[in-house]
Structures are given as C-alpha cells and as structure tokens.
C-alpha cells in the first residue's frame, strides 16, 4: 500500500465516521426545493438526499441527507456534500463534477481523475477496481443528479 493509499483510506474512514451535511434538511426560503430516494440493492445502502437552490443563480444553498450503509456509500455521500457546500456550487458545475465521477468510477481503476473538478472525491478511485462496490460509490451522486433533474423540471 502506497502512502498515498494510506491517506485516501484515512480520509474514507473519517467522512463514514463522521458524515458532512448529514441530518434534518432545512431550505431557505425562495429556493427551489427537491428530495430523492436512492437504494442500492446489491449492498443494502440507501440515501434520502435533498437540496435547496436559488431559482436565480441556480447555486445550490443547501444540502442535507440521511441514510445507512456501507462505509463506502456513506463516506461517498459525504464527501460530496463538502465539495457542494464548499463551492457553493450551480446545478451546471454539480453536473459537471457527477459526470467527472461516474467516469473515474467506471474505468475500473483506469484513467486520471480529474482533480481540479474532483477534489477529495478522487479518494474513491480506487474503489473502480471493484465493480460490486461502483453502486455504493454512486449512490449519494445519483441521488443529487435526480434532485438536479427535479430542480430543473420545476423551475421550467
Ligand atoms: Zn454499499
């Protein structure tokens, strides 16, 4: 195991023990709302996520969660709700970074990550390298891609 290795293991293991924006979800007013269910049947995991996005700057202001599984699920979903609450980020650059992840969690331990749009997401590469765990990674993204899609549906 490499040091870096090490490090990205390390940091798994303190978002599953101590998960970002976990816990009752809260929207400032004005914003649009939206909430999805996303379970993950080869595993057990599952994940209530919702967010909050002002309908003109389309940012998102707000993301909570609640859910239960394996560590790698839940260290996934925590990761990127720091990425999201960090960057204060629109609909399009959450779209951008789901993309970026779907791919480096599908190349099966393939390929460079892309960093810059990633950030400590690109912990989870390594999990690519096994196919049965992709969906424990993926489940808090494709919950958020679902809730994006919510947003977009209502604010049209
Ligand atoms: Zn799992």
New binding site residues.
Partial sequence: MSALDGLYQELILDHSKRPVSKGVFEAPGGTITASHHEF?P????EIDLSIAVDPASRRIERLAWEGQ??S??IASASILSQLVRDERMTVDEARARIGAFREMIQARGEGEPDEELLGDAVALQGVSKFVM?V??AM?GWVALEADLAQVEAQRA
């Fill in positions: 993950n080869s595993c057990g995991d599984g394996c790698i699920s765990r969906k424990c489940l």
